[in-house]
């Protein structure tokens, strides 16, 4: 690598310490994209547990002749669903000898069975949380894993407990493949652990999406259908779930690469309301310093609640995103929906990935607490050592004293580079701006015991890449020729009070 390309590469990896003293590193945030859903018309009906009366598209009417209400049983809220198939203009058939109701909504078909936890879609078995019931002579059935298998979303009020189901005009099946997602991460992961398929669908549906890799969290000791079968009191997921010591070895949580991502997806099914217990371990013993950790999950009629939060309190460490919640059909638009809606870090125009800023903050202005603090970047800097800093104009202006950053610039074996003033003084010619240097003490700390002026033969220029969004008019920049001979930068700058005058061009 030439001089002149090592000097490209340390500008865009600066490690910056500002006093007093704040560290930064600095980042563009993604602009927020727009929805994969194209905007159209929908239908929004309301219910309420005890209330006889939905709304329509803000219509009230009665659920039906006989006053049946929704209600909740085990903490999930049945509703009687023939007055909500029918509104948004789907069939219900009802089989009394086989006590099995048939929902048909455009190409999609469920089956449910009074008493039984298991239902087809599609004829695809699925397992409920909670079974169908008949009261009052109507059938009331899990409202979240109806509306979500007909890809309709249901949000439920708790204050007023109320359901919302929103029925989009565009809910038809798609075969097209979705385009890759060019505003996410440049690297990211999604980390996953699926009991039946489910939680893998959506895995690799982000996957896709974003072009991340995957990872499967397997457990050493496979679960089988029947340690699934949570509605038996023996099974194995009854067992653990009663087990406050519970924990679950996997075959590995090593994940392959790991230092190089930016962004980690961690997905799982949603237990007795929790993530499941299986990543606890992945979780656990993972540093996720410097990532951004995005959780997801899937049940068939379980809401989010506080498990994505509970999941975080597992470490102390990472930026972690409010997590997300998916049905057992999610597609591929209501994937790449919240995707876009993510505040993620991007890929910039140079190819790197912003990461979310971390600011170190310290009141107590000494040598010593200015390399702990420096310490916490993590910067290894490499080769040949520039410490930039302003050397101060002369007898006493502001400027970091060598006193005060001498340990810092010594441990890093760095040379005290500036450049020659635009605006005159005693620093706009070469010679004056050394004696200044000199009178300062700032060569007593500088490796060899001398400091550089950059533009003592000349400049150079380096080009300023165009924004992730926007232009510029900026092209290039000039900075002393001296730059190149440097492999890695520290800037140590310090906040002044200064007039600041109005110039008229």
Known sequence: MTKAKKSIAFITAMAVVCLAFGLFAWHTNKPQGESALAASAEQILTLQIGNPQMTVDGESVNIDDSGTVPVIIDERTLLPVRAVVEAVGGTVEWDGDTRTTTLTYKNDVIKLTIDSTTAYLNDAAQTLDVTPVIINDRTMLPIRFIAESFKFTVDWDGDTQTVTITVPANTESSDATAAPNTNTTAKSVVVYFSATNTTEGVAQKIAAYTGADMFELQPKVPYTSDDLDW??????????????????????????????????????????????????????????????????????????????????????????????????????EQVQEWIDGLDLPTSNSTGTTAAAS?????????????????????????????????????????????????????????????????????????????????????????????????DEDGSMTIPVPAPASGTSTITEDYVGAHLANYDSLISLAHFKGQVIRLLRW
């Open 231 to 332: 509605t038996d009191e023996d099974s194995r997921v009854n067992a653990e779930h009663n087990d406050s010591n519970r924990h679950v070895e996997l075959v590995t949580t090593d994940v392959p690469n790991r230092d190089s991502y930016d962004t980690v997806y961690i997905g799982a099914p949603i237990w007795w309301g929790e993530f499941s217990w299986v990543i606890d371990e992945f979780v656990e013993n993972t540093d996720f310093t410097g990532k951004t950790v995005v959780p997801f999950c899937t049940s068939m009629s379980s809401g989010l609640g506080d498990s994505a939060k509970h999941l975080a309190e597992k470490t102390t460490t990472g930026t972690w995103l409010a997590g997300m919640r998916f049905g057992s059909s999610a597609t591929d």
């Open 358 to 454: 971390t600011v170190y903050m310290t009141t107590d202005i000494t040598p010593e607490a200015l390399v702990e603090i420096y310490d916490k970047l993590g910067f290894e800097p490499e080769g040949n050592v520039a410490v930039k800093m302003s050397t101060g104009e002369p007898p006493n202006s502001n400027y970091l004293r060598p006193e005060l950053i001498g340990d810092l610039v010594k441990k890093v074996d760095g040379t005290i580079v500036e450049c020659n003033t635009a605006y005159g003084g005693s620093r706009s010619e070469t010679e004056m701006h050394k004696q200044v240097i000199e009178d300062h003490g700032l060569n007593a700390i500088s490796k060899d015991g001398k400091a550089d002026i950059m």
